[in-house]
């Protein structure tokens, strides 16, 4: 699958809606609602608190170890998805001939999709 959208396979339509804005709606929904758990664990602090200040191995609890590595695990995938998304629409919209302006229009939208995607996460 990942493969498909890298080399820009499928149609424009497709690529955009199904797999760049659906697939980064799905993948930021679980980033947040972990994000969401681990602050709820944390008491108020912020994350750029807690892993500057605050974060241990040490006599660490359990679920917030579990939090932290399924939040970052969960973060690195939505990079690297990211950046075979844009790649891929973008050899996408480089074949589709009907319009230029939608060509443009999807490169455009997409990097705006990927910023929001990670200002809503971070």
């Known amino acids: 699958m990942f493969a498909k959208?890298?080399?820009?396979?499928?149609?424009?339509?497709?690529?955009?809606?199904?797999?760049?804005?659906?697939?980064?709606?799905?993948?930021?929904f679980f980033l947040y609602l972990f994000r969401i758990f681990?602050?709820?664990?944390?008491?108020?602090?912020?994350?750029?608190?807690?892993?500057?200040?605050?974060?241990?191995?040490?006599?660490?609890?359990?679920?917030?170890?579990?939090?932290?590595?399924?939040?970052?695990?969960?973060?690195?995938?939505l990079t690297f998805y990211s950046i075979i998304l844009v790649i891929g629409i973008w050899r996408s919209s480089a074949e589709y001939d009907k319009s230029v302006?939608?060509?443009?229009l999807a490169r455009i939208f997409i990097l705006m999709v990927v910023f929001l995607a990670y200002k809503a996460v971070l």
């Open 101 to 104: 302006w939608l060509r443009h």
């Open 5 to 28: 959208i890298l080399h820009g396979q499928h149609e424009l339509r497709q690529m955009f809606w199904k797999y760049g804005v659906w697939g980064e709606m799905i993948i930021v």
């Open 38 to 77: 681990l602050v709820h664990k944390l008491d108020g602090m912020t994350l750029g608190y807690y892993y500057s200040n605050v974060f241990s191995f040490i006599n660490m609890n359990n679920t917030i170890l579990f939090l932290t590595i399924a939040y970052f695990t969960i973060l690195a995938f």
